[in-house]
Structures are given as structure tokens and as C-alpha cells.
T-cell receptor, first 115, second 111 residues
């Protein structure tokens, strides 16, 4: 158990809909990272927040947005969903702000299925 | 840009066999290199890392050596167990930037 929790575990929805994925980092960790894992694209970094502020941005679509709240939990919002958005979405956390050198602890993921 | 290439899986082995999973990379400068493992139904876990040329990372019987001359970071284990069955990801990070991950290699170990 990494100490990172994600809800829900599974999500099934229809094209055009909007969903929110939630992540609680390990106690004491200030950074939260979001990744998308799909069969055709592999593991893609989406976005990082550090202590409430956006820190780094990767291949995140404009239809997707995220935020980190004062209690450090984070939410990833996906809107106007398309079939291709079906994937596993992982959240990770780390103590510091350096995504490249800090050890990241991954949650178990949310599996999103868009029908 | 930065990229990581891993051998395609699945890699299927019998228990106690020797394991090698190849990983090569393209990057500017001197990135840190990582291996992550993903067990079924779980998130990724850091397995080992190396931060400079000729460094050897090791953990749980797994080893990988940072070879700058061949831009490689191959994962090895002398004797695999059924419990090692998982997906293994090679990754690199130039400085403090977010890691770039390979596509992952599935390992299946039979009793």
C-alpha cells in the first residue's frame, strides 16, 4: 500500500459526459501528479501540482483540468469525453516539487471506460 | 526530445531462470534512470534508480547499470520467482523534470 488513495476505482460513462477523479496524497507529501495509461500511448504525464500551485504540465488536453485543494487532495476533471479517453488514470505523490528526482508514490488508479 | 525504448513483451520464463529486460534511451545531458514495477491491479512502484554513468541500482535481487556509452539501462535478475510476474517500466529524467516512461514490458514467470 503506497498510502495514495484514488476514487472511484472504476468509472463507466458515455461520450460527451464529464467526470471527476479524486486523489489523496500520502501524508506529508506536497506534490500530486496525474498520469494517463492507455494501451496505445503507454504512460503519459498529464500535470503536477505542488502545494496548491500548478508546477508542471505534460500532454494534458484542453478538455481536461485539475486542481489541488488546501488539504492537498487533488481532482482531475475530464469533460466532453471521447472513446479515446478510456484509460487508467494514476495519481502519484511526492514530498518535494522535483518530479524527476523525488520518489513518486503511485495510487492504484481509476479505470475510466467511455461508451 | 527524450525517449525510452523497451523490449516488447511478454517475457515468459520458468522460475529460477535468468532475467534480462532491455532498455535504451535518448536524452540530452545526463539524465537519471529508473525502473518501476507494476503488479496486477496496483500502481507503479519505484524498483531501482541510477543517477550517473556507471552507477548500479539494485533492489530485491534486481540490478541495472547506467551505461552512457551504449545509452542503456538493462534490468537483470539472476533467479526469478513467480511473485516477480508484473509489468516493468524503464524511465528517464533529465534533471528535475518529470520522468519519461517506456511502454512497459510484461514478465510472466511459471512455476
Amino acid at each position: 500500500d503506497s498510502g495514495v488513495t484514488q476514487t472511484p476505482k472504476h468509472l463507466i460513462t458515455a461520450t460527451g459526459q464529464r467526470v471527476t477523479l479524486r486523489c489523496s496524497p500520502r501524508s506529508g507529501d506536497l506534490s500530486v501528479y496525474w498520469y494517463q495509461q492507455s494501451l496505445d500511448q503507454g504512460l503519459q504525464f498529464l500535470i503536477q501540482y505542488y502545494n496548491g500551485e500548478e508546477r508542471a504540465k505534460g500532454n494534458i488536453l484542453e478538455r481536461f483540468s485539475a486542481q489541488q485543494f488546501p488539504d492537498l487532495h487533488s481532482e482531475l476533471n475530464l469533460s466532453s469525453l471521447e472513446l479515446g479517453d478510456s484509460a487508467l488514470y494514476f495519481c502519484a505523490s511526492s514530498v518535494g516539487s522535483s518530479g524527476g528526482t523525488d520518489t513518486q508514490y503511485f495510487g492504484p488508479g481509476t479505470r475510466l471506460t467511455v461508451l | 526530445g527524450n525517449s525510452v525504448t523497451q523490449m516488447e513483451g511478454p517475457v515468459t520464463l520458468s522460475e529460477e531462470a535468468f532475467l534480462t529486460i532491455n532498455c535504451t534511451y535518448t536524452a540530452t545531458g545526463y539524465p537519471s534512470l529508473f525502473w518501476y514495477v507494476q503488479y496486477p491491479g496496483e500502481g507503479l512502484q519505484l524498483l531501482l534508480k541510477a543517477t550517473k554513468a556507471d552507477d548500479k541500482g539494485s533492489n530485491k535481487g534486481f540490478e541495472a547499470t547506467y551505461r552512457k556509452e551504449t545509452t542503456s539501462f538493462h534490468l537483470e535478475k539472476g533467479s526469478v520467482q513467480v511473485s516477480d510476474s508484473a509489468v516493468y517500466f524503464c524511465a528517464l529524467s533529465p534533471g528535475s523534470y518529470i520522468p519519461t516512461f517506456g511502454r512497459g514490458t510484461s514478465l510472466i514467470v511459471h512455476p
